[in-house]
């Protein structure tokens, strides 16, 4: 069974560089899959940041395009965020997910990491 | 970016009701358009993709429906663990986008 696990400081300063690690495990992240970073500020709902390929190919939301690096490490089975300049509205949980993907039936995300609360405060 | 707007953005009901949550996108999605529940302080989890193929796992009382612009989670017969909220996302286009969420309360 697929699983994984994010990984990083909880706490950033305005400015600074918020960067998370994805750990999969049970599976390789060499598959025909697309590994994804999605978001959540307090009380609100879900974003999607970006997903990375095996091959490094990315594809990022516009949004934060100008501010965000996926990379990934098939030696370590993980994969990694990178969101600069950040400010206070950066701040909420951070999911990794797995993007599946099924021709006539369109892609979705599973399985979730459990999740990583990040705060961005001086 | 499709814009996913769901409908009612909460609701009480009682154990043992039906339950019907809307979602509508911004423009034609085909039928790619899933279903996930999350409780407080975990993550999500995909109960219905493509509209209307449950998730492995998933109990038969989640059924979902819907194509092009209209879909809709039932829960047939609420039960005390199926209180949640509840997102709609889109799998038809980049960027993703998810609805703003429906969160279901008890009566």
């Known amino acids: 069974q697929m699983q994984l696990q994010e990984s990083g400081p909880g706490l950033v300063k305005p400015s600074g560089t918020l960067s998370l690690t994805c750990a999969v495990s049970?599976?390789?992240?060499?598959?025909?899959?697309?590994w994804s970073w999605v978001r959540q500020p307090p009380g609100k709902g879900l974003e999607w940041i970006g997903q990375i390929y095996h091959s490094g190919y990315t594809n990022l939301n516009p949004s934060l395009e100008n501010r965000v690096t996926i990379s990934v490490d098939k030696s370590k089975n993980q994969f990694s965020l990178k969101l600069n300049s950040v400010t206070a509205a950066d701040t909420g949980v951070y999911y990794c997910?797995?993007?599946?993907?099924?021709?006539?039936?369109?892609?979705?995300?599973?399985?979730w990491g459990q999740g990583t609360l990040v705060i961005v405060s001086s | 970016d499709i814009q996913m707007t769901q409908s009612p953005s909460s609701l009480s009901a009682s154990v043992g009701d039906r339950v019907t949550i809307t979602c509508r996108s911004s423009?034609?999605?085909?039928?790619?358009l899933n279903w996930y529940q999350q409780k407080p302080g975990k993550a999500p989890k995909v109960l219905v993709k493509?509209?209307?193929s449950l998730q492995s796992g998933v109990p038969s009382r989640f059924s979902g429906s819907g194509s092009g612009t209209d879909f809709n989670l039932t829960i047939s017969s609420l039960q005390h663990e199926d209180f949640a909220t509840y997102y709609c996302?889109?799998?038809?286009?980049?960027?993703?986008?998810f609805g703003q969420g429906t969160k279901v309360e008890i009566k």
């Open positions: 996302q889109q799998g038809y286009d980049m960027p993703q986008t």
């Open positions: 493509a509209a209307s």
């Open positions: 049970g599976g390789s992240i060499s598959t025909s899959d697309w």
């Open positions: 997910a797995r993007r599946e993907y099924q021709v006539h039936m369109g892609e979705w995300f599973d399985p």
């Open positions: 423009q034609t999605i085909s039928i790619y």
